[in-house]
């Protein structure tokens, strides 16, 4: 099992998972967490952790391994998904089928399966980034915050709009 740890978020992104959760655009943490994923590879944003900002130093979000266990199916799929696509330009599709299939699995290297989740991590952190952004950061009112929440929606439904899957598949 892949996600099979407790998840800890720090710093910013700690701050930012929390607010998307508070102001109720997610009902837990890992809605957020895996929502965060899929936007941070949509938008090609990587994020870095950061907790030394005096603001954020101290926060701290944990994603408990019992919610994890429940969501492991979506969980890895999106991982495995990321895997498969993230430098589709440079990694052959051999090296990514094993990137995102073998390398959790194989004790030898687990080297590379830390980076593998680091990578990912990445992606999600800057998932969360993009949510905050689009979101909640010019978001003044409650009202404001579902303006910009139905702005996000409907910027992805678009985006998405004149795709098929036979696109798609030829992409990779």
């Given at each position: 099992?892949?996600f099979?740890?407790n998840?800890?978020?720090?710093?910013?992104?700690?701050?930012?998972i929390?607010l998307l959760k508070e102001?109720?655009f997610f009902?837990?943490h890992l809605d957020a967490y895996i929502?965060a994923?899929?936007v941070g590879y949509?938008y090609n944003?990587?994020?870095i952790?950061?907790?030394?900002s005096?603001?954020?130093?101290d926060?701290r979000?944990q994603?408990?391994?019992?919610?994890l266990?429940?969501e492991?199916?979506i969980?890895e799929?999106?991982?495995r998904?990321?895997?498969?696509?993230?430098?589709?330009?440079?990694?052959?599709?051999e090296?990514?089928?094993?990137?995102?299939?073998?390398?959790?699995s194989?004790e030898e290297?687990?080297d590379?399966?830390?980076?593998n989740m680091?990578?990912f991590?990445?992606y999600?952190?800057?998932g969360?980034?993009?949510?905050?952004?689009k979101?909640?950061?010019?978001?003044?009112?409650?009202?404001?915050?579902m303006?910009?929440?139905?702005?996000?929606?409907k910027e992805?439904?678009?985006s998405?709009?004149?795709v098929?899957?036979?696109?798609?598949l030829?992409a990779?």
């Amino acid at each position: 099992m892949i996600f099979d740890k407790n998840i800890i978020i720090v710093g910013k992104h700690s701050a930012y998972i929390d607010l998307l959760k508070e102001k109720g655009f997610f009902k837990r943490h890992l809605d957020a967490y895996i929502n965060a994923a899929v936007v941070g590879y949509h938008y090609n944003r990587l994020g870095i952790e950061d907790n030394k900002s005096e603001l954020y130093k101290d926060k701290r979000t944990q994603i408990h391994t019992e919610q994890l266990i429940g969501e492991s199916v979506i969980l890895e799929f999106i991982y495995r998904l990321i895997m498969l696509l993230d430098k589709k330009d440079e990694i052959s599709i051999e090296d990514r089928i094993s990137r995102a299939f073998r390398e959790d699995s194989i004790e030898e290297i687990k080297d590379k399966h830390l980076q593998n989740m680091a990578l990912f991590k990445s992606y999600v952190l800057g998932g969360i980034e993009v949510l905050y952004e689009k979101i909640i950061e010019k978001g003044a009112t409650d009202q404001d915050l579902m303006k910009n929440a139905y702005e996000f929606v409907k910027e992805q439904h678009i985006s998405f709009i004149n795709v098929n899957a036979d696109e798609v598949l030829k992409a990779l």
